[in-house]
């Protein structure tokens, strides 16, 4: 267990406790690239419009996985919805998620 486990809990442990109690994964780059390669099942919502879809979200009554490219987006997006009272973590980048899942 690294020093970053330490202060933040694994990062992987919370996707894996999140995904079974059926999380969604929310991919938030935009249609274009969401378009050209992403994992199965995921919603996309982009970062731009995701403060829209606060209310949609909330509806699916469901812990939310993000994701991006790198992670940055993904990283804005979970703490907009942890700021809105959503469980979210952020996953990072879609190829590395995809390849916990």
């Keep these: 267990m690294g020093l970053l486990d ?3 809990g694994n990062k992987n442990d919370k996707i894996k406790d999140l995904l079974t109690r059926d999380a ?3 991919d938030v780059r935009t249609v274009n690239e969401y378009k050209q390669g992403t994992i199965p099942g995921s ?4 970062l731009q419009v995701i403060n829209g879809k606060i209310n949609d979200i909330k509806k699916l009554n469901k812990p939310i996985i993000t994701c991006c490219t790198s992670g940055m987006r993904s990283g804005s997006a979970a703490s907009i919805l942890k700021a809105q009272g959503i469980e979210a973590v952020n996953g990072g980048g879609w190829m590395s998620l995809s390849k916990k899942l």
């Design 43 to 46: 919603k996309n919502i982009p």
């Design 6 to 8: 330490v202060l933040f």
């Design 24 to 26: 969604i994964i929310i």
